[in-house]
């Protein structure tokens, strides 16, 4: 199963109406993206909670490690950075930070709100080799500016 993303985005725009708290939002985020894709593996926000510092947040899948500072992993780069980071084979990444054995691709996007604020960031992990595409990368970074937009 491939996700719509167009009805994904409806349903989320629908569920989080007039919500502003980015934890409810972030949890309903997960829960909608995550079933809808047989490539979403491992779907979760690690959200920023000091300086350089991003934490577990809402998931779906198997346990994530807990504490990211902005120096480690997939999720710290696309925080410090600032961009996705689509990543086809989670090898070749230095410092790729393997939560699951069975990973083999990763997307990680920053989530922003409407005053830009880094909230933290949406990774989702895939047991598919390359298994994300410059569409993902834009569908799902509207997803999310849509969303969290008066988050805080
Ligand atoms: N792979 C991520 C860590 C989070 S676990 O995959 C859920 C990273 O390298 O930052």
Redo the contacts with the bound molecule.
């Keep these: 199963m491939r996700i719509d993303y167009e009805d994904a985005a409806k349903t989320i725009t629908a569920l989080c109406e007039g919500e502003s708290d980015a934890v409810a939002l972030m949890a309903t985020v997960v829960c909608e993206l995550h079933h809808r894709d047989d490539r979403f593996d ?1 779907t ?1 926000f690690y959200r920023v909670v000091a300086p350089e510092m991003l934490k577990i947040g809402p998931y779906q899948g198997g346990h ?2 807990l504490v ?1 500072p902005f120096s480690r ?4 780069a696309a925080a410090r950075r600032g961009e996705v980071q689509v990543v086809a084979d989670v090898e070749t990444f230095a410092d ?4 699951s054995s069975s ?1 083999r691709s ?1 997307i ?1 996007l920053p989530v922003w709100n409407g005053a830009g604020q880094l909230l933290g960031v949406l ?1 989702i ?1 895939s047991d598919r080799p390359n298994a994300f595409t410059q569409q993902d990368a834009e569908c799902l970074a509207s997803i999310l500016a849509n969303t969290f937009v008066d988050a805080s």
């Design positions: 491992w979760g994530g490690c990211i992993g997939v999720c710290g790729h930070i393997a939560c990973t990763e990680v990774d992990d």
